[in-house]
């Protein structure tokens, strides 16, 4: 027990020794793990700036629309100035007593300036209904024709006594052709039936419209008014949106033989061909487009069929009042 009473202290001293020993390289794998976690934030950090340099840039605030970067919805405003070129057909009321009938019915073309816009009135994202109010003016070339009986001095129609081959000279029609004509219009579009996206977000929703505008034609004295009433379908939340079909009935004072009972058919598709294969916010929102337009009467009177091609670069904004709904469901 005495042996065992003295060496007490020297086993406490080894004891101690050891666990000293042992307690630093517990201090170095402390240090390491605290290592390792400050290179797994800075990786974290840098994968954060991948990602969000990965993401479209925002438009420049007060430039380009707060919609810009859905590339499906329609903006509440928007404002578009389109360039391209167009198309006009125009086929008289009677060619038989049109003055100079060999070239009455070739097709006009010229370059086209056209600016649009839409604003939505009423209606938020998801309400069943939206009345817009719309707008445009046009600048191109049509073809029309001028009654000689009220336009007497009219440099196309025969002067008093002029021998000219055909069959009623008081019904002589000059046809105005290559004309400059400068249009524009307003109108009111009222959307029902708005429901939800389809399986494949595109959905087409049902309006009715009324639009009344004026052209002024070179070569003709006093503006040529016109009016439609028309039932149509515009698509939404898809990259064609925008695009439309609509029937009207109305008036048209450039078909002045039939102009009260005149029939418009237009078909209008707009879309970007540059989205599966581009990432520029440019490109991506730059918008080709193409639009027919026939005006008839159904019988014999005379008829125009205008087309015209280009390229259409949009602008607008969002409603602040619905941000909240953009992130559940694109927009109108």
Not at 11 to 23: E, K, R, S, Y
Not at 69 to 78: A, Y
Not at 226 to 243: A, W
Request: charged share 25%; glycine share 8%.
């Amino acid at each position: 027990m005495e042996w065992k009473t003295r060496r007490a202290p020297q086993f406490a001293m080894l004891a101690l020794v050891g666990l000293t020993a042992n307690a630093q390289p517990v201090a170095s794998v402390g240090d390491d793990i605290t290592k390792t976690v400050e290179e797994l934030k800075g990786r974290i950090e840098e994968l954060e700036k991948e990602v969000a340099a990965s993401k479209p840039k925002p438009p420049p605030e007060g430039i380009l629309p707060e919609c810009w970067n859905s590339r499906v919805m329609r903006c509440d405003f928007d404002v578009d100035i389109n360039f391209g070129w167009g198309f006009d057909t125009f086929t008289p009321s009677d060619l038989s007593n049109v003055v100079e009938p060999e070239d009455a019915t070739d097709v006009n073309q010229s370059a086209l300036l056209d600016l649009r816009f839409n604003y939505k009135l009423v209606g938020a994202t998801n309400d069943v209904a939206a009345l817009w109010l719309t707008g445009r003016t046009r600048r191109t070339v049509r073809g029309t024709e001028v009654l000689c009986s009220d336009f007497a001095n009219f440099p196309g129609c025969p002067e008093a006594g002029e021998p000219i081959d055909i069959p009623d000279l008081n019904a002589a029609i000059a046809v105005l052709r290559d004309a400059e004509s400068i249009e524009g219009e307003v109108g009111l579009r009222a959307e029902f039936l708005r429901s939800k996206a389809g399986p494949k977000g595109a959905k087409a929703t049902p309006y009715l419209m009324a639009r009344y505008g004026a052209a002024s034609v070179s070569g003709l004295d006093d503006l040529a008014e016109y009016y439609f009433f028309s039932l149509g379908v515009i698509l939404e939340e898809t990259h064609l949106h925008g695009s439309f079909i609509d029937f009207g009935i109305g008036s048209n004072d450039l078909f002045p033989a039939d102009r009260r009972d005149r029939n418009q058919l237009r078909v209008h598709l707009e879309g970007n061909p540059f989205l599966s294969f581009t990432d520029s916010d440019f490109l991506s929102n730059l918008r080709m487009f193409i639009e027919t337009e026939v005006d008839f009467d159904g019988g014999s009177g005379s008829d125009s069929v205008r087309t015209f091609v280009g390229v259409e670069f949009p602008f607008g904004s969002k409603k602040k009042s619905e941000s909240s709904d953009q992130t559940k469901s694109p927009g109108t």
